[in-house]
């Protein structure tokens, strides 16, 4: 298995190299887009635009470590299609960041926004890091020195980046400043995510939890199956994940397995939601948690429950373990969770998938919501900003679900046929400048 140097072959994901064909994030993407845009009978012209990233930077990020020596990581940020609006996407620290990952990441963004109908374009960033082994003296000067590099093009008009895996309303707060410090003036709408006291929407933190729970409401209401009782696994416990949790197990629906990179815990009378919330508050890991049977996180994917909840990183469901899913409800709460290969086995067996770029588009939503309320200088309150989010996500599952049954295809290749149309359209319209 290759490795980027100094890298602890621990922190690296195991099955990384595996399947790379299967898992090359970018291959997957693309095998989907070329999938729905021969449905959509899409003109070559289009075809051959909408296949490439407008802009990749590749930067070095030099810092200071606490200890005086000098660190040299890489960072990335894609800006993969702007016709709609502004970029938008997220910045993630991550050991596992490569260029293939942040393209494709970028590409779902542009999806994304064009599936609930945001008029934004996609992007995304990385930097090639493992944030566990760094000081907050380290992340900050790591995350200012990216923010400066990438600085042109930044901008509440052309590029506004967002929280991602392993950043934070703390990390956004950096950039905006940082930003704010060269422009001179201070400027909210750079960054979305932020802490609320310093121009963050309400409800932001909660929105792509909240916006999972609100799909699965709607999937099993389109399955006729009852809300009430319903049996959830949820993989990852971080920001999407205890947020989905919570708010489903509010819904009446019961949660039997939560999982963090630990492990996972199981109860298939229903988890003590409250009480591994609160374990887990206090920075513990759920391999500690005493009132539950422990599982591996490869056991959660497959025990026996209505809906699953991916809510951690890319291909957890492969061809590998698809066949023995046995929930009738896949929520992607992350982004690619689901490989191609797998999704052909998942829909043979009538597994229902509510697709990534559907299903998580609550986040962004909600950053929509953050960067208007910063342009305007005015501020929503909470039950607004979740009424909105509500209606936004009910519609774009309504939209997608039509789509699907209008081509007989799944929930998948019906977003991507939405998205490609919406961005579609626009090309048509603003024309090519040759
Ligand atoms: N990182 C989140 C996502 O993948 C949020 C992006 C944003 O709010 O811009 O959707």
Same mark, same amino acid.
């Given at each position: 298995?290759?490795?980027?140097?100094?890298?602890?072959?621990?922190?690296?994901?195991?099955?990384?190299?595996?399947?790379?064909?299967?898992?090359?994030?970018?291959?997957?993407?693309?095998? $989907?887009?070329?999938?729905?845009?021969?449905?959509?009978?899409?003109?070559?012209? +289009? %075809?051959?635009?909408? /296949?490439? &990233?407008? #802009?990749?930077?590749?930067?070095?990020?030099?810092?200071? $470590?606490?200890?005086?020596?000098?660190?040299?990581?890489?960072?990335?940020?894609? +800006? %993969?299609?702007?016709? /709609?609006? &502004?970029? #938008?996407?997220?910045?993630?620290f991550d050991l596992n960041v490569t260029l293939d990952e942040v393209k494709a990441l970028a590409a779902w963004m542009t999806w994304k926004c064009a599936v609930v109908n945001i008029p934004f374009g996609g992007a995304k960033g990385g930097v090639v890091c493992d944030p566990s082994q760094l000081s907050n003296a380290e992340l900050e000067r790591i995350t200012r020195r990216y923010t400066a590099t990438i600085i042109e093009v930044l901008g509440p008009d052309s590029d506004v980046p967002a929280p991602d895996v392993n950043t934070n309303e703390r990390v956004m707060?950096?950039?905006?400043?940082?930003?704010?410090?060269?422009?001179?003036?201070t400027v909210t709408a750079v960054v979305t995510g932020k802490p609320v006291s310093m121009g963050g929407s309400l409800g932001r933190r909660e929105a792509t939890g909240r916006g999972c729970m609100i799909v699965t409401r709607e999937a099993l209401k389109r399955l006729r199956l009852p809300i009430q009782g319903t049996r959830v696994a949820v993989q990852g416990f971080?920001?999407?994940?205890?947020?989905?949790?919570?708010?489903?197990?509010q819904q009446g629906m019961k949660i039997v397995a939560v999982s963090d990179k630990s492990g996972a815990v199981y109860n298939p009378d229903g988890l003590k939601l409250r009480d591994v919330m609160q374990h887990s508050r206090q920075h513990r890991l759920l391999s500690e948690y005493r009132d539950a049977e422990h599982i591996t996180n490869a056991e959660l994917l497959t025990i026996d429950c209505d809906v699953l909840v991916p809510a951690a990183l890319e291909n957890v469901i492969t061809s590998q373990n698809a066949a023995r899913i046995k929930a009738r409800i896949i929520c992607e709460g992350a982004n690619g969770p689901t490989t191609a290969g797998a999704d052909r086995i998942l829909e043979e067996n009538g597994v229902f998938v509510i697709p990534d770029i559907l299903a998580n588009?609550?986040?962004?939503?909600?950053?929509?919501?953050?960067?208007?309320?910063?342009?305007?200088?005015?501020?929503?309150?909470?039950?607004?900003?979740?009424?909105?989010?509500?209606?936004?996500?009910?519609?774009?599952?309504?939209?997608?679900?039509?789509?699907?049954?209008?081509?007989?295809?799944?929930?998948?290749?019906?977003?991507?046929?939405?998205?490609?149309?919406?961005?579609?359209?626009?090309?048509?319209?603003?024309?090519?400048?040759?």
């Open positions: 298995m290759t490795s980027p140097t100094n890298v602890p072959q621990n922190l690296i994901r195991p099955d990384k190299d595996m399947f790379l064909g299967e898992e090359n994030p970018f291959e997957s993407m693309m095998s $989907r887009f070329d999938f729905a845009a021969q449905k959509l009978s899409l003109d070559p012209g +289009l %075809y051959k635009v909408l /296949r490439s &990233p407008e #802009k990749q930077i590749i930067v070095s990020v030099p810092f200071l $470590r606490d200890s005086g020596e000098v660190e040299v990581y890489t960072g990335y940020r894609v +800006l %993969y299609n702007t016709s /709609r609006g &502004p970029a #938008k996407g997220g910045i993630r707060a950096w950039i905006m400043d940082t930003y704010s410090m060269h422009k001179r003036h971080g920001n999407v994940g205890s947020v989905a949790a919570q708010l489903m197990e588009a609550g986040g962004v939503t909600v950053s929509y919501f953050e960067w208007v309320q910063n342009r305007a200088g005015y501020f929503w309150d909470e039950p607004t900003v979740n009424q909105r989010l509500e209606r936004i996500m009910v519609e774009s599952f309504a939209e997608v679900a039509g789509m699907s049954g209008r081509f007989g295809l799944n929930m998948r290749i019906g977003a991507y046929m939405q998205a490609i149309e919406r961005v579609a359209a626009v090309h048509r319209l603003r024309g090519m400048y040759a």
